[in-house]
């Protein structure tokens, strides 16, 4: 089973469906990314979550759950995201709700309106509870196709603040499975945390892929929860499946480590 961020017509199920047709696995809608990363956990599925965002930056729940949850990051897959305005009538919109990472990427069109903000679990959530709720005060930001799905109308389309609005998503899961079509580039993600807190002890890290001309491609740090400006680092690079050698000593250098996983990256259209 490969659940995603649902209900129908979110933009995980655009994600779910490109790593459904390359694995032949059934879809699941699941109501938070929480349960997700459960249902991968605890019952050896597969999900599909929102990674990062070209606007917003990372979404930080789905970092939080990779270094807390034992899944491996399998795939990943970037997804154009057009963000529209739907419900009954423009004018007689006071609250507009969506997933936060949603509501962030549209702030500014959102402050021009003047609008309060509601966030839910995902931009169809939204959809959903505004056909439901049939209040015309109420607005919610989500793709064509749940407006389609949830018979609302479109009442101003692509209200992104910034364009090339793109969500980069991952397919997590235990085991990779066979996937029927051959990828774009492999990539690995590790989380660290430093042994100590000296000057270049950041450097002297990031220094063993320069020496090996490993390419980095995303380093992010985010609270280690453990103390107030103790932090862990993510980092993507790109993989040519030789890293056993840099783990070796990076291992000998960091407090902690955590492999994810060295993982294909595909085109959205297969
Ligand atoms: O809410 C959704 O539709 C999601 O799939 C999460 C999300 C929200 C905004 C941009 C990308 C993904």
Redesign the pocket.
Known sequence: MLY??GPR???????GKVFSKLTSLPLQPTSTIYEIFENVDKNNAYGVV?SE?SI?GS?TLTQDLLLEYDVKILGEVD?D?N?NLVGYNKDKIEIVI??P??LA?CRKYIKEHGWKTKAV??????AEIVAKKKDERLGAI??IE?AKLYGLKVLDRNIQDYKNNK?R?ILIGKKTPKFNAEPIAYKTTIIIELKEDRPGALYHILKKFAERNINLTRIESRPSKKRLGVYVFYIDFESHGDEKELFESLNKNVAYMKYLGTYPVFRKYI
């Open positions: 995603y961020l017509g979110s933009f995980t199920e655009k994600a929102p965002n917003e979404v997804i995201i963000h969506s997933h990472q949603a990427q679990s995902s931009t169809a959530k939204a989500a793709s749940a969500t998503f």
